[in-house]
């Protein structure tokens, strides 16, 4: 018999490892073999059954099994998912989540992207880190200027993180909607307004909201109320950047996006890791159409709204 066949020997190595805390090359010492063995020892042991590992994860967070379903379903490179509630407390929760995945996958010298709106507000609200990141640079994807709901405008986010961090911002002068789509050309070729976009095309990290259809985005009732402006509804699912998406996560073509302050999807698509945060069964088939579209690598929600993914 092969020593790899020697079941007794497996329990042996295996108690050793997993019981006694013995590291491989002391255990490698003890048996008389050579440390690379003792590892291959331990996956023979799992193999054979002799070694079964639970993690204990239900009490502590009790959605990894829907977080790896979402994950294979679309494609993702990770899913993080919050409780559900019926009133803000999962925003803010998904605001927390959102901050600390954030705060692990951010490194000095790095350009972050954000877009705005409730949920990145939340965002904001909830990072906290004694790091430091000197030479990390926020910058906002979105216009927004002016007296309505300015706590969730792109700006006043990336200087609340950057003030947090002790890190850079620049800042968009420039509104979310303008008046014509001649307007939007002057404006996005203004200097100024160009190197932010520039800047943000070469982002190594983007966050982004997830809007749904327009009657729930706050930010875009709130500047139909200024404009006195129609949308046309017909197709549209939701919205990334605030631009307008139809069920293939490509951007419509109606007048509202030919005004719209924004950096256009096909740059924010070209970012090496977009994180995508939203909730809600109204924003579910946004949601999908930007898994579809692949949009996002990483999204960040609720479990009702990973369940309804799912289910859809």
């Given amino acids: 018999m092969s020593l790899l066949g020697d079941r007794r020997l497996l329990v042996k190595i295996a108690q050793m490892y997993y019981e006694e805390g013995a590291t491989q090359s002391e255990i490698a010492q003890a048996i008389g073999v050579s440390r690379p063995l003792i590892s291959k020892y331990l996956a023979k042991a799992r193999e054979l059954g002799v070694v079964e590992i639970i993690i204990h994860d239900h ?27 019926e009133n803000d407390a999962s925003k803010a929760r ?29 965002v904001a609200m909830a990072l906290s880190s004694s790091q430091h990141f000197p030479n990390l640079q926020f910058i906002p994807l979105v ?19 950057a003030d947090v961090l002790k890190a850079k ?12 789509k001649e307007a939007k050309e002057i404006i996005v070729n203004q200097s100024s307004i160009r190197e932010i976009f520039e800047i943000g095309a070469k982002a190594d990290i983007a966050m982004v ?45 109606n ?42 690598h990483v999204l960040i929600t609720d479990d009702l709204t990973a369940r309804m993914l799912l289910d859809s």
């Fill in 209 to 253: 909201g997830i809007g749904g259809t327009p009657e729930h985005s706050t930010m875009v009732k709130s500047y139909l109320q200024q404009t006195k402006g129609v949308i046309e509804y017909e197709n549209i699912v939701g919205d990334i950047c605030y631009n307008f998406i139809g069920e293939d996560g490509c951007t419509i073509d």
């Fill in 255 to 296: 007048d509202w996006n030919a005004r719209v302050i924004s950096m256009d999807l096909d740059h924010v698509k070209q970012i090496p890791l977009v994180i995508g945060v939203a909730s809600g069964k109204e924003k579910v088939k946004a949601i999908k159409a930007a898994l579809v579209a692949k949009l996002i």
């Fill in 94 to 122: 998904m605001g927390q989540a959102a901050s600390t995945y954030l705060l692990r996958m951010i490194r000095d010298g790095q350009t972050i992207g954000m877009s705005s709106g409730t949920t990145l507000h939340e």
């Fill in 59 to 85: 009490d502590t967070h009790p959605f990894t099994g829907l977080e790896s379903k979402v994950e294979k379903r679309y494609g993702l490179r990770e899913v993080v998912c919050v409780e559900s509630n």
């Fill in 143 to 161: 216009g927004g200027m002016g007296h309505e709901r300015v706590d969730i405008h792109a700006n006043q986010i990336v200087a609340k993180l």
């Fill in 169 to 180: 911002c620049k800042l968009l002068h420039a509104p979310v909607l303008v008046d014509s």
